[in-house]
């Protein structure tokens, strides 16, 4: 309760710069809607992306429906393959320091 207090304890300190934030958002409200296209001719000209898109996110839902859980953190089935495919080695990730040579100096 003792923090609903100091909410409207600080809204009242700061009610002048709420007021001008929220004058300020319903002028920009109103002139987008004065100056701007009406919504219908958005709707009008979009909806065949509209819809699309609503198929998608449809179908997005579907297959996490019926798709198996994904695998447990545990599960390494995988691994192999990639580490084939990035054709490297946990043996080959760190570099042996002794075997690293540095490079010549430049003769300038």
């Known amino acids: 309760m003792a923090t609903k207090a100091k909410l409207g304890e600080l809204m009242w300190e700061h009610r002048v710069q709420a007021a001008v934030a929220v004058a300020l958002v319903a002028t920009v409200a109103v002139s987008i809607s004065v100056v701007g296209p009406r919504l219908?001719?958005?709707v009008s000209f979009f909806w065949?992306?509209?819809v699309s898109t609503?198929?998608?996110?449809v179908?997005?839902?579907v297959l996490l429906r019926i798709?198996?859980?994904p695998p447990g953190a545990?599960?390494?089935s995988g691994k192999d393959l990639i580490d084939f495919v990035a054709g490297c080695r946990p043996e080959h990730l760190v570099p042996d320091v002794a075997a690293v040579e540095a490079p010549p100096e430049p003769e300038i």
């Open 54 to 57: 609503g198929f998608f996110l």
């Open 74 to 76: 545990d599960d390494e």
């Open 67 to 69: 798709s198996p859980p």
């Open 59 to 61: 179908a997005i839902a």
């Open 48 to 50: 065949p992306l509209l």
């Open 40 to 42: 219908t001719a958005v």
